[in-house]
Structure formats: structure tokens, C-alpha cells
């Protein structure tokens, strides 16, 4: 299985909530990113975490990780319609494995207006 | 500026055929990802070039995929008689240089790919 596995796989929530989707990753890492990706195409970056950080904001967003539970989560406050698309989290592959960047199989978020 | 480009957007051949995928990355970018993404799934590395360095191949999933980027600049990626289940969208993305994971990498659209 990939080394970043988003939960949950879809997400359906009300305009004007909190959307929360969380990453699980299974090596150390140097850096963590969430990435927006809409009706298939390209993606999209968001934010980037380091592994000595522990919580970062941008905007509505809010991201944190937590390295001993190899975890991390994106919330999304006061959502938006066009805030639907899917979300993925990205990790390096440590310090051994090279330049990959691994992505998990993202969470498909739908916000309805 | 132009973002990343892609090439063609949409690709539809016959099993056994061989497809070739372009992407032009953002000027300046040294490095160049390719990546692979069937329907409803993440993203599935291929290849990275950086500079003038050689490539790390360790994602092609099979010796009928190869990869060369020309001048540092652009990149094809070719797929040997596909099969169907090289269905997908293929990616590709550029970022200013390898940062250990914390480099920002800006992404083309995509290119379809489906085999009959």
C-alpha cells in the first residue's frame, strides 16, 4: 500500500462547516504537503509541514503532524462549494529513499451549498 | 508566466500500440516528475529527473515504459504496446530544484490516456 493513506475516502458536508481528512504515512519523513486536486487534472499545492512543526495555518486551513503516530490532518474551516475537489497528503520517502515523492489515495470531499 | 504543459490532453490507441506523452515543464525548473493516476486513485510515481543528474526510474512499472527529458527541458514519456491497463491519467509536474520533500511542485493537466 502507498505510504500516505487519507481517511475518510469521501467526505460530504453542509456549506459553512469544518471538513477534517487525515493522513496516515508508514516511514519517517522530512516533510509533509496537501495537495487540491480538481475533476482529475492537475494538482494543486496547499501547504507544506515540516517534520519538526507541528501545526501550520494558511488561510482556512489548518494542518498538523504528529510524527509519532506518523499522522497528519487537514481541516478545512467554514467550507466552501468550491472548496469540493479531492485532497491529497505527500511525503517524501525519508532520508533513504530517494527523490519520490509518494502521494496517498486522497479524500474526495463534497460540499454542499 | 505559462504553467506546466501537457501533451496531448487526450490519447486514445489500440492495445499494442506505442503512445508518446510530452510535457513541458515551467522554465527554469530543473526538476521534472512523471506520475501516473487511474481512476478514482492517488498518484502513482514514475520517474524524476533532476539536472543533469541521472534519473530515478524506480516507479516505471514495467521495461515498456521509458522516460528522457532533452536539454533539461522537455520531457516524453513513451509507453511501448500498451496495454489496457495503462489507462490512466499521466502526470507531470516541475519544481524549482529537489528540496528534500519541500519543494513545491506545480502540475500540468494531464493527459488521458486510454487503450482500446
Known amino acids: 500500500s502507498q505510504q500516505g493513506e487519507e481517511d475518510p475516502q469521501a467526505l460530504s458536508i453542509q456549506e459553512g462547516e469544518n471538513a477534517t481528512m487525515n493522513c496516515s504515512y508508514k516511514?519517517?519523513?522530512?516533510?509533509l504537503q496537501w495537495y487540491r486536486q480538481n475533476s482529475g487534472r492537475g494538482l494543486v499545492h496547499l501547504i507544506l509541514i515540516r517534520s519538526n512543526e507541528r501545526e501550520k495555518h494558511s488561510g482556512r486551513l489548518r494542518v498538523t503532524l504528529d510524527t509519532s503516530k506518523k499522522s497528519s490532518s487537514l481541516l478545512i474551516t467554514a467550507s466552501r462549494a468550491a472548496d469540493t475537489a479531492s485532497y491529497f497528503c505527500a511525503t517524501d520517502a525519508g532520508n533513504t529513499g530517494g527523490f519520490k515523492t509518494i502521494f496517498g489515495a486522497g479524500t474526495r470531499l463534497f460540499v454542499k451549498a | 508566466g505559462a504553467g506546466v504543459s501537457q501533451s496531448p490532453s487526450n490519447k486514445v490507441t489500440e492495445k499494442g500500440k506505442d503512445v508518446e506523452l510530452r510535457c513541458d515543464p515551467i522554465s527554469g525548473h530543473t526538476a521534472l516528475y512523471w506520475y501516473r493516476q487511474s481512476l478514482g486513485q492517488g498518484l502513482e510515481f514514475l520517474i524524476y529527473?533532476?539536472?543533469?543528474?541521472?534519473?530515478?526510474k524506480s516507479g516505471l512499472p514495467s521495461d515498456r515504459f521509458s522516460a528522457e527529458r532533452t536539454g533539461g527541458s522537455v520531457s516524453t514519456l513513451t509507453i511501448q504496446r500498451t496495454q489496457q491497463e495503462d489507462s490512466a491519467v499521466y502526470l507531470c509536474?516541475?519544481?524549482?530544484?529537489?528540496?528534500?520533500?519541500?519543494?513545491?511542485?506545480?502540475f500540468g493537466p494531464g493527459t488521458r490516456l486510454l487503450v482500446l
Open positions: 516511514t519517517s519523513i522530512n516533510n
Open positions: 529527473f533532476q539536472g543533469n543528474s541521472a534519473p530515478d
Open positions: 509536474a516541475s519544481s524549482q530544484e529537489w528540496r528534500g520533500g519541500r519543494e513545491t511542485q506545480y
